[in-house]
Structures are given as structure tokens and as C-alpha cells.
């Protein structure tokens, strides 16, 4: 079964760093571009940026300059460094692509952002 696997989140202080990753596993025929998105509690789900397979990058607005997305193809896995942390990046974050024209999930990542 093919799924993504987020990890790396944790408690951290502002201004503070953490990197996320995103794995891909399971028997991978195809996969096109990988979507860092968080979910605040009480708001809506929002795009933190995105990595295509040849390495094009693009940001949400909120996180330009600070947060840095990385792709390793050998090992199906992204990267999301974050920098400069503020407690409005608190949220659940969250992995997304289409692996073998699926929709696919990661099940999360919690980052808390507080001192």
C-alpha cells in the first residue's frame, strides 16, 4: 500500500527551527509534485508550498523567506526546513501527492510554535 509518512514536528520556541519530512513508500510507480499544507484549529486549510519532481518550488504567501522546500528523488522523500518560527505557523501539517494517480495523504505532523 503506498501512503506518506510526515514526521519531524514538534514544540518549539519563536523563532526557532524545525524540519519536517515527508516520505513516500510502498510500491511507487509514479509521482508528480509534493504539497506542504497546514490546518490551524478553527481555520481553513492552507497551502505552505510545494516541490515538482524537477525540483520547481513554489510558497504560500505566510511562510516566503522563511520556510525552504527540499526533494531527495532517490529516497521519495520532502523536505520542509522552517525558520524563523511564529506561533501562527502552529498548526497540523500535512503531506499531499498523486502516487500512481491517487489522491494521497499523509496523516500529519503537529508543530507547536510557543515559548
Known amino acids: 500500500q503506498v501512503q506518506l509518512v510526515e514526521s519531524g514536528g514538534g514544540l518549539v520556541q519563536p523563532g526557532g527551527s524545525l524540519r519536517l519530512s515527508c516520505a513516500a513508500s510502498?510500491?511507487?510507480?509514479?509521482?508528480?509534485?509534493i504539497t506542504w499544507y497546514r490546518q490551524a484549529p478553527g481555520k481553513e486549510r492552507e497551502l505552505v508550498a510545494t516541490?515538482?519532481?524537477?525540483?520547481?518550488?513554489n510558497y504560500g504567501d505566510s511562510v516566503k523567506g522563511r520556510f525552504t522546500v527540499s526533494r531527495d528523488n532517490a529516497k521519495n522523500t520532502v523536505y520542509l526546513q522552517m525558520n524563523s518560527l511564529k506561533p501562527e505557523d502552529t498548526a497540523v501539517y500535512y503531506c499531499?501527492?498523486?502516487?500512481?494517480?491517487?489522491?494521497?495523504w499523509g496523516q500529519g505532523t503537529q508543530v507547536t510554535v510557543s515559548s
Open positions: 516541490i515538482t519532481t524537477t525540483g520547481g518550488t
Open positions: 499531499h501527492s498523486f502516487i500512481n494517480y491517487r489522491d494521497t
Open positions: 510502498g510500491s511507487i510507480l509514479a509521482i508528480n509534485a
